[in-house]
């Protein structure tokens, strides 16, 4: 029973996003110690609230961009895969991170609704515009690989998310200045909160699929199944697995029953190629199987 390993060449490494991490990071850390200076003096939560989300952009930054290094480490000793799942191990981690402190502004938010404190609301617009253009030319740095990584979607989506949340935070500003009611603060607070958490679940729920090794977006498990069924020569398709091994690769390994044997090298070179164009797969194994085989696991939960 033959088996083959194969991958796409290597020499297609993913772009690397260091000058933009590190930019990204030095500008928002500098925000942070602005807002948080700003909101303190003036008894804006809005602005406080802001400061702490933004704080945690800083750190998943450094997360992300910490896995973002190690994946790009292949080879290591016991670590056969090299330190690729960090960068999935970042997502999550972040993600959880950003959950529990938008409920702890949120919870302090409902207090200021009791208790509203005054504000200096030209104070607020000013620090805010700050803020929409430091986040609006910090995610245009990440915008060209939101769509293969996601590390890099969640540092896009959340200088981005930014962005339109310093303009909500203009806008309440405004408007504590036109009406004089305090309660636009803390109501601003929880509407940024909303917004980040819905995009914090988003982000929670890709990570956990990917950890638990799901088949990820965009792969038809189905189709798949079904391109390798048809194949010549095969009969049958058993012990099929795709997963992430990291946010920019996926890996496949199936076995394949073919009675009259493989058909070569060019066969399974054919595979690996049609496998990466067709669905993305990047590392695939193959088993060759005459026939006369036992299942090592249930069919359905091997085969979709």
Same mark, same amino acid.
């Not at 807002?35 to 804006?44: D, P, Q, R, T």
């Not at 009611?181 to 636009?184: R, S, Y």
């Not at 069924?229 to 012990?239: N, Q, T």
């Given at each position: 029973m033959p088996i083959s390993h194969q991958h796409h060449g290597h020499s297609h490494e993913p772009p690397s996003y260091n000058r933009a991490f590190a930019i990204a990071t030095a500008l928002n850390l500098g925000f942070v110690c602005l &807002?948080?200076?700003?909101?303190?003096?003036?008894?804006?939560l809005?602005?406080?609230?802001?400061?702490?989300h933004n704080l945690s952009d800083v750190l998943g930054l450094l997360l992300a961009w910490g896995a973002a290094w190690l994946s790009r480490r292949r080879f290591i000793h016991r670590y056969t895969y090299g330190l690729r799942r960090s960068s999935i191990l970042a997502a999550l981690a972040n993600a959880c991170f950003l959950l529990l402190a938008m409920g702890a502004i949120a919870l302090e938010a409902f207090k200021r609704l009791y208790n509203p404190v005054p504000i200096a609301g030209n104070v607020v617009i000013g620090v805010a515009l700050v803020g929409i253009a430091i986040n609006t030319?910090?995610? *245009?740095?990440?915008?060209?690989g939101r769509k293969r990584d996601l590390n890099i979607k969640a540092a896009f989506?959340?200088?981005?998310?930014?962005?339109?949340v310093s303009f909500g935070v203009v806008l309440g500003g405004l408007a504590i200045m036109t009406t004089g009611?305090?309660?636009?603060d803390p109501v601003i607070t929880l509407i940024i909160a909303i917004v980040i958490t819905v995009g914090t679940w988003n982000l929670l729920r890709d990570s956990i699929d990917l950890a638990l090794d799901a088949v990820p977006k965009g792969i038809d498990l189905l189709a798949v199944r079904t391109y390798l @069924? &048809?194949?010549?020569?095969?009969? &049958?398709?058993?012990?099929l697995h795709i997963w992430a091994i990291s946010t920019t690769e996926v890996a496949l390994?199936?076995?394949?029953v073919m009675p009259t044997g493989s058909l070569g090298d060019a066969f399974l070179t @054919?595979? @690996?190629? &049609?496998?990466?164009?067709?669905?993305?797969?990047?590392?695939?194994?193959?088993?060759?199987?005459?026939?006369?085989?036992? *299942?090592?696991?249930?069919q359905e939960s091997c085969c979709g």
């Open positions: &807002e948080a200076l700003f909101g303190f003096f003036n008894n804006s809005a602005l406080i609230a802001d400061a702490g030319g910090t995610a *245009l740095m990440f915008v060209s989506l959340h200088m981005a998310s930014d962005a339109l009611w305090l309660w636009f @069924r &048809e194949l010549p020569g095969v009969v &049958e398709v058993h012990d390994t199936a076995h394949l @054919r595979i @690996r190629m &049609e496998l990466h164009e067709n669905f993305g797969i990047e590392h695939t194994t193959i088993q060759i199987e005459k026939g006369g085989f036992l *299942l090592s696991c249930n």
